[in-house]
């Protein structure tokens, strides 16, 4: 069975830049798994940040980006605040109608 | 504006049955393909499952498969997951979300399912 990995944690400092990562267990993530990121704080509901690799979301600061680096979808943040601090998500598309979460980032800004 | 609006949810003994809603708005229901993701509390985001945007070949996460089949009622605007054989891995919060280039893209506030006896 396929998984997806992430850091499951990364810490940056107020105004640095981080990159956080997602592989799969078996293989190389293309654009062709569609990756897309996710933004979480604590009982709140998902907010979408990247999709199709590379695509901001509507009301998305452009210190957010997405790209291919290596074998691995990868979300960088910059100019890092305060208020990045979340946990974030990808998801793979794996083709034939199905997706698959990675297990999470837990950032922190400090 | 888009907006997602998730109901259904509650206690629920192990082996029993419910069925979710997500009433969605602000966008052109019929030409958008709709997800169902889960998270159980703590722990991270899971897929469940997709609908196309006409309702054909839905698609789970093997996790579900056999015990939850997505629907949607597009005169409704509304999109369900019933939800058969529940069981205590089961609890979780359940999002509905707009698909969007192959992504889950607007999400709506959750519902909580609590599988217990």
């Known amino acids: 069975q396929t998984v997806v990995t992430q850091e499951p944690s990364f810490s940056v400092s107020p105004g640095g830049r981080v990159t956080l990562t997602c592989g799969l267990s078996s293989g190389s993530v293309s654009t062709s798994h569609n990756p897309s990121w996710y933004q979480q704080t604590p009982g709140q509901a998902p907010r979408t940040l990247i999709y199709s690799t590379n695509t901001r979301s509507s009301g998305v600061p452009d210190r957010f980006s997405g790209s291919i680096f290596g074998n691995k979808a990868a979300l960088t943040i910059t100019g890092a605040q305060a208020d990045d601090e979340s946990d974030y998500y990808c998801?793979?598309?794996?083709?034939?109608?199905?997706?698959?979460f990675g297990g999470g980032t837990k950032l922190t800004v400090l | 504006q888009v907006q997602l609006l998730e109901s259904g949810g509650g206690v629920v003994q192990p082996g029993r049955s419910l069925r979710l809603s997500c009433v969605l708005s602000?966008?052109?229901?019929?030409?958008?393909?709709l997800h169902w993701v889960r998270q159980a509390p703590g722990k991270g985001l899971q897929w469940v499952a997709v609908i196309p945007h006409d309702g054909s070949n839905p698609y789970y996460a093997d996790s579900v498969k056999g015990r939850v089949t997505i629907s949607r009622d597009n005169s409704k605007n509304t999109l369900y997951l019933e939800m058969n054989s529940l069981r205590a891995e089961d609890t979780a919060v359940y999002y509905c979300a707009r698909d969007l280039d192959l992504s889950p893209d607007f999400w709506g506030q959750g519902t909580l399912v609590t599988v217990s006896s």
């Open positions: 998801v793979l598309y794996m083709g034939t109608g199905i997706w698959v």
């Open positions: 602000g966008f052109d229901f019929s030409r958008y393909g």
